[in-house]
């Protein structure tokens, strides 16, 4: 071929070149296919998977950290055999969609207040719970990657990450307060959208976690002013829950969808059963059933694989009550944060002269709400208040370990007041793993070590303690305050 010709193909073929990429992005947009994902589509799957997670944490490994349940089979978790249990990933990996909302919730066109509302109080929620778990995390640059190019953010100290998290709560109560509606299908699987009952969890997380920080610094003003404006759940009715509607393995409880060798895995912890005993407690025969000798039995904490399986044998413990927790897609609820666990807060904000009330009165609302919660009716409730050992006596032992009981399945929050306070008293077991020491936090995924490395470093060494240790205390434990 000549020169003038490769010439001319060469030019055509440019021209052609052009003239397709100059429509290039019009010609192949899918008209039937979002350019973004929309809020509501966004606000389903977070609201669902956290709230979801959170309650299978509480069921399986929360209950057994605070010796409100054991395992009688596979039972390393209870002799602190622990790694980084999967809440690292599992959080990180839903913070980026709970920032797209909180971006789509702010953008013109698409601005809604009570959307951001809900996103950032879902990202203080995850936050608080992923810093209360291992102590400093990637926070100030975690949400870095895509809009900076971060990918190997620092890590935060905790009390960084707590003024983040109480200053989303702050914002999401002023969003809420906007009561904006939301057009269609909000999505929201919680409350459906109501942008009053979420400024009430936005300001009921607000004194959950003042109160945990409650050693380090003087939070009397702030949650004296959230008692003050009542925008905090007060009622059962107000419980941030989700119900299952059963018509699916993923809109079933858990438990429904899975083997019954699993489920029986689960018995009666020895400390709760003197719990109930004690107080002459009907929580116990709504969680649990008796054993085949028609026998209430616990089984104690931190036994080896060998010596449960031996004491499953030899004694029976009393399992979980399989309607409620097994056969059953619907009856048990997935929740975030009840009526119960705020009372109890302003219970001990009380005793502890933080805010003004009464601390007996806000102890027996807590109380009530947990058993109304339940399914135990008006009379038995306040025959219950009657109990000698049920009484308020002024003490935060009692207190706490009513409340204690009353977190039954809500994630870690047992495990956390523990750590902060020591209470309700709680000893390792015969065949623990840790050196008789409680552990107080998880360990950093391994990935960490390999993939962030001079972060990860920098972390474990700002931290203190035994470092990336089960028992390297964070900064809201070690306060002196009381």
Not at 90 to 100: A, C, M, S, V
Request: a negative charge; charged letters at 20%; proline letters at 3%.
């Amino acid at each position: 071929m000549k020169t003038s010709n490769i010439i001319a193909s060469i030019f055509l073929a440019g021209t052609l070149m052009v003239s397709c990429t100059e429509n290039f992005e019009e010609i192949n947009m899918n008209p039937n296919a979002p350019e973004q994902v929309s809020a509501n589509l966004l606000v389903s799957t977070v609201t669902s998977e956290i709230t979801r997670t959170l309650t299978q944490e509480g069921y399986s490994d929360g209950n057994t950290i605070t010796q409100l349940m054991a395992k009688n089979n596979f039972p390393g978790f209870s002799q602190f055999d622990w790694g980084d249990q999967g809440m690292w990933n599992f959080f990180y990996n839903y913070l980026p969609e709970i920032n797209d909302i909180l971006e789509i919730s702010r953008a013109e066109g698409t601005q809604n207040a009570t959307y951001e509302g809900i996103a950032l109080t879902m990202r203080a929620l995850s936050f608080a719970n992923l810093t209360d778990l291992y102590g400093h995390v990637p926070y100030s640059e975690a949400m870095s990657g895509k809009s900076d190019g971060i990918f190997t953010p620092v890590y935060d100290d905790q009390e960084t990450v707590y003024n983040g998290v109480l200053q989303d709560l702050a914002d999401a109560d002023a969003a809420l307060a906007k009561g904006e509606a939301i057009a269609g299908s909000s999505g929201d699987v919680i409350f459906n959208g109501d942008a009053t009952k979420w400024r009430k969890l936005a300001n009921s997380l607000r004194l959950r976690y003042l109160m945990r920080i409650s050693k380090r610094r003087d939070v009397s003003a702030e949650m004296q002013s959230i008692v003050n404006a009542g925008n905090y759940i007060d009622s059962n009715a107000d419980n941030a829950v989700l119900v299952y509607s059963g018509t699916s393995n993923t809109d079933s409880w858990p438990q429904s969808t899975g083997r019954i060798g699993g489920f029986d895995e689960k018995s009666l912890c020895t400390t709760l059963l003197d719990y109930f005993e004690r107080f002459n407690d009907p929580r116990l025969d709504i969680w649990f059933d008796r054993n085949s000798d028609g026998d209430w039995v616990g089984i104690p904490i931190g036994l080896n694989q060998d010596n449960a399986r031996a004491y499953d044998d030899e004694f029976s413990p009393s399992r979980l009550d399989v309607e409620l927790f097994y056969f059953s897609a619907t009856q048990a609820e997935a929740f975030i944060m009840k009526n119960s666990e705020v009372q109890f807060i302003l219970a001990e904000a009380a005793e502890r002269g933080i805010i003004t009330g009464n601390a007996e009165n806000y102890y027996n609302e807590g109380i009530r709400a947990s058993l109304s919660y339940w399914g135990v009716d008006d009379a038995d409730i306040e025959a219950y208040l009657l109990e000698s050992e049920v009484q308020y006596d002024g003490t935060l032992e009692l207190l706490l370990t009513q409340k204690t009981i009353a977190l039954w399945n809500v994630d870690y929050q047992g495990w956390m007041d523990y750590r902060r306070t020591g209470m309700p008293a709680l000893e390792t077991g015969q065949d623990d793993l840790n050196g008789g020491r409680y552990p107080v936090r998880f360990l950093y995924p391994s990935s960490e070590q390999t993939l962030n490395k001079a972060n990860y470093d920098g972390a474990v060494s700002a931290m203190g303690g035994e470092g990336d240790n089960i028992n390297t205390k964070g900064w809201w434990e070690t306060g002196t305050r009381y």
